[in-house]
């Protein structure tokens, strides 16, 4: 609630917004008084004078437990060591600073660097829609407002419904006051992490960077969750190159832009748990952006020492996935093949190349260190010849790989030369010192000891995987029983079950590349999603850009 006294300071428990301001701007802070208190938004500020200890105390834990700062920034509040110690603590903290510039000033280089690359309000006309568009919305009290249907928030309402994708349900809305456009996402959570996802809330609400959008709110509903954020006209980046062809200037922009961004999450100790190709969207002005965070499976999560190197590693092979994408308007298959497309120059494929097969795995490590060497290699005029040496030694491999590959599966294809093939523990890749495709832990080593009861081959490479269960899911994630390091596969892809009778199922997981069943050696049919579809021994599938054999 509001206090009749004190100038309007809101002295409770909810999400409020702290004021930083010289008393020599007192006029202007009572305009902005006005204004808060119009549109009923929780906010306090230090009503008197600084005199000593306990009244700094009190300030410290008043930003403390604020949701937003609003620095009121003048050539008074820019001298005072006041507003300089509420800026430190609030950075230090991770407090978002609003800012509101009174008047056009030389901005002081200590207060600069403070405010780095934070958006500012200046104070002309119309400058009021702009500073309430900025202000989280947790922070308007909804104590007048009716009681919510589900799903209805007291400041934003859905207009339409934009797409449905990877359990993510993403619509346009409209805030109802001000009119201004949203994005809002619903997600399902489970209750027992409701914590977590409140953490993950924190992490991301801080963010400046153009690659992430601003958050607005957050809401948990029973077991749901509703992300409010900055619309930026997104279309997804998968839809928008089915239409349009990048030039070479565009991609080297929008790559640096996303390794930035990936740099700017390290910097801030955070990464990515995963980084689908379906949450990149191109936005007004055809830049490159993410558009979800808050997602417990794909968003945005704090490092560990013991995790960092790992998810480095990630980060680099998925650079490398979206670099060949937006080349090729295609997603790779790993090991990456070489990109060759005469709409390019020379010099310009020879360092795309070079950037993704060094990003991509070989002998279980990747051939960056940090992020700014990718950026060196991206950004240089001509390759050393070191770098022409390891291009040319990749493409001589991968070359010998293709052929061996295309060799095991035109074996599968063909019935007769069934009593040649041979069996490997090993995957392919592994063999020619390429990324070991295949994270397996179920893996039965002794058929005959094992009671085995499925059993798959990876055509292309005759490697043999046994389970000693009725049901085998595929997909990308380890917590999969055949687990393929592969962007154009699912996280959860295929369901392989066998009933009591023996007779083998196969479902689709509610996948986007699908599945498809293989008939007369070249014929493919789709499983419908969700549908159990009866198969039997011998009978091969695909999912994403990778066949197999039901044994």
Same mark, same amino acid.
């Given at each position: 609630m509001f206090m009749e006294n004190g100038g309007g300071m809101y002295e409770g428990n909810d999400p409020y917004l702290f004021i930083s301001y010289s008393h020599r701007d007192y006029n202007c802070l009572n305009e902005i008084k006005v204004l808060l208190e119009t549109h009923h938004?929780?906010? =306090?500020?230090?009503?008197?004078?600084?005199?000593?200890?306990? =009244?700094?105390?009190?300030?410290?834990?008043?930003?403390?437990?604020?949701?937003?700062?609003?620095?009121?920034?003048?050539?008074?509040?820019?001298?005072?060591?006041?507003?300089?110690?509420?800026?430190?603590?609030?950075?230090?903290?991770?407090?978002?600073?609003?800012?509101?510039?009174?008047?056009?000033?030389?901005?002081? *280089?200590?207060?600069?660097?403070m405010l780095g690359r934070l958006q500012m309000i200046e104070r002309v006309d119309g400058y009021e829609?702009?500073?309430?568009?900025? *202000?989280?919305?947790?922070?308007?009290?909804?104590?007048?407002? $009716?009681?919510? $249907?589900?799903?209805?928030?007291?400041?934003?309402?859905?207009?339409?419904?934009?797409?449905?994708?990877?359990?993510?349900?993403?619509?346009?809305?409209?805030?109802k006051k001000l009119e201004y456009q949203v994005l809002i996402q619903k997600e399902t959570v489970k209750l027992s992490d409701k914590n977590e996802a409140l953490e993950q809330v924190k992490m991301i609400s801080g963010l400046s960077?153009?690659?992430?959008?601003?958050?607005?709110?957050?809401?948990?509903?029973?077991?749901?969750? =509703?992300?409010?954020?900055?619309?930026?006209?997104?279309?997804?980046? %998968?839809?928008?190159?089915?239409?349009?062809?990048?030039?070479?200037?565009?991609?080297?922009?929008?790559?640096?832009? *996303?390794? %930035?961004?990936?740099?700017?999450?390290?910097?801030?100790?955070?990464?990515?748990?995963?980084?689908p190709h379906g949450s990149m969207v191109v936005l007004n002005g055809n830049r490159i952006g993410m558009f979800r965070l808050q997602n417990l499976y794909y968003g945005v999560l704090k490092l560990q020492p013991d995790t960092r190197q790992y998810y480095f590693e990630k980060e680099v092979e998925e650079i490398a996935v979206l670099l060949y994408q937006i080349c090729t308007r295609e997603i790779?298959?790993?090991?990456?093949? *070489?990109? %060759?497309?005469?709409?390019?120059?020379?010099?310009?494929?020879?360092?795309?190349?070079?950037?993704?097969?060094?990003?991509?795995?070989?002998?279980?490590?990747t051939g960056y260190i940090d992020f700014q060497e990718i950026k060196d290699d991206i950004v240089c005029n001509r390759l050393k010849m070191r770098d022409l040496k390891f291009l040319n030694q990749r493409r001589k491999k991968l070359c010998q790989y293709e052929q061996e590959k295309e060799r095991c599966l035109q074996k599968f294809i063909d019935d007769d030369c069934q009593a040649e093939i041979k069996i490997r523990r090993n995957s392919l890749e592994k063999e020619y010192g390429l990324e070991d495709t295949v994270l397996l832990g179920d893996v039965m080593e002794n058929l005959a000891d094992s009671g085995c009861a499925i059993r798959i081959i990876i055509c292309s490479t005759g490697q043999l995987f046994e389970f000693a269960?009725?049901?085998?899911?595929?997909?990308?994630?380890?917590?999969?029983?055949?687990?393929?390091?592969?962007?154009?596969?699912?996280?959860?892809?295929?369901?392989?079950?066998?009933?009591?009778?023996?007779?083998?199922?196969?479902?689709?997981?509610?996948?986007?590349?699908?599945?498809y069943l293989i008939t007369d050696n070249t014929e493919t049919m789709r499983i419908p999603v969700g549908e159990k579809v009866k198969i039997s021994a011998n009978s091969m599938f695909s999912a994403g850009c990778i066949r197999f054999k039901l044994l």
């Amino acid at each position: 609630m509001f206090m009749e006294n004190g100038g309007g300071m809101y002295e409770g428990n909810d999400p409020y917004l702290f004021i930083s301001y010289s008393h020599r701007d007192y006029n202007c802070l009572n305009e902005i008084k006005v204004l808060l208190e119009t549109h009923h938004i929780r906010f =306090w500020y230090d009503n008197g004078l600084h005199s000593g200890d306990d =009244w700094n105390l009190v300030i410290a834990k008043r930003l403390k437990d604020a949701a937003a700062c609003l620095l009121l920034l003048s050539p008074e509040s820019a001298e005072s060591e006041y507003v300089k110690n509420e800026l430190n603590f609030a950075l230090s903290r991770r407090i978002p600073i609003h800012t509101l510039l009174l008047d056009r000033f030389p901005i002081p *280089i200590d207060i600069e660097m403070m405010l780095g690359r934070l958006q500012m309000i200046e104070r002309v006309d119309g400058y009021e829609n702009r500073l309430l568009k900025s *202000i989280p919305p947790e922070l308007y009290t909804t104590s007048s407002c $009716k009681e919510e $249907k589900e799903g209805e928030h007291p400041l934003y309402q859905v207009t339409e419904e934009l797409m449905n994708r990877q359990g993510t349900v993403t619509c346009l809305g409209r805030h109802k006051k001000l009119e201004y456009q949203v994005l809002i996402q619903k997600e399902t959570v489970k209750l027992s992490d409701k914590n977590e996802a409140l953490e993950q809330v924190k992490m991301i609400s801080g963010l400046s960077h153009p690659l992430f959008p601003q958050i607005y709110d957050v809401v948990f509903e029973k077991d749901r969750i =509703w992300t409010y954020q900055e619309y930026r006209g997104e279309q997804f980046l %998968d839809q928008y190159l089915e239409k349009h062809e990048l030039t070479e200037d565009k991609i080297m922009e929008w790559i640096l832009s *996303i390794i %930035d961004g990936m740099e700017y999450l390290f910097r801030l100790n955070l990464g990515f748990r995963d980084l689908p190709h379906g949450s990149m969207v191109v936005l007004n002005g055809n830049r490159i952006g993410m558009f979800r965070l808050q997602n417990l499976y794909y968003g945005v999560l704090k490092l560990q020492p013991d995790t960092r190197q790992y998810y480095f590693e990630k980060e680099v092979e998925e650079i490398a996935v979206l670099l060949y994408q937006i080349c090729t308007r295609e997603i790779p298959i790993r090991p990456f093949r *070489i990109i %060759d497309d005469n709409r390019f120059s020379s010099r310009f494929l020879n360092k795309v190349n070079l950037v993704v097969q060094k990003c991509a795995k070989e002998q279980g490590r990747t051939g960056y260190i940090d992020f700014q060497e990718i950026k060196d290699d991206i950004v240089c005029n001509r390759l050393k010849m070191r770098d022409l040496k390891f291009l040319n030694q990749r493409r001589k491999k991968l070359c010998q790989y293709e052929q061996e590959k295309e060799r095991c599966l035109q074996k599968f294809i063909d019935d007769d030369c069934q009593a040649e093939i041979k069996i490997r523990r090993n995957s392919l890749e592994k063999e020619y010192g390429l990324e070991d495709t295949v994270l397996l832990g179920d893996v039965m080593e002794n058929l005959a000891d094992s009671g085995c009861a499925i059993r798959i081959i990876i055509c292309s490479t005759g490697q043999l995987f046994e389970f000693a269960k009725d049901a085998v899911v595929i997909g990308r994630t380890a917590d999969c029983d055949l687990a393929l390091n592969q962007p154009s596969i699912s996280r959860r892809h295929i369901r392989i079950s066998k009933d009591v009778s023996g007779t083998y199922y196969i479902e689709d997981l509610n996948t986007k590349n699908g599945t498809y069943l293989i008939t007369d050696n070249t014929e493919t049919m789709r499983i419908p999603v969700g549908e159990k579809v009866k198969i039997s021994a011998n009978s091969m599938f695909s999912a994403g850009c990778i066949r197999f054999k039901l044994l």
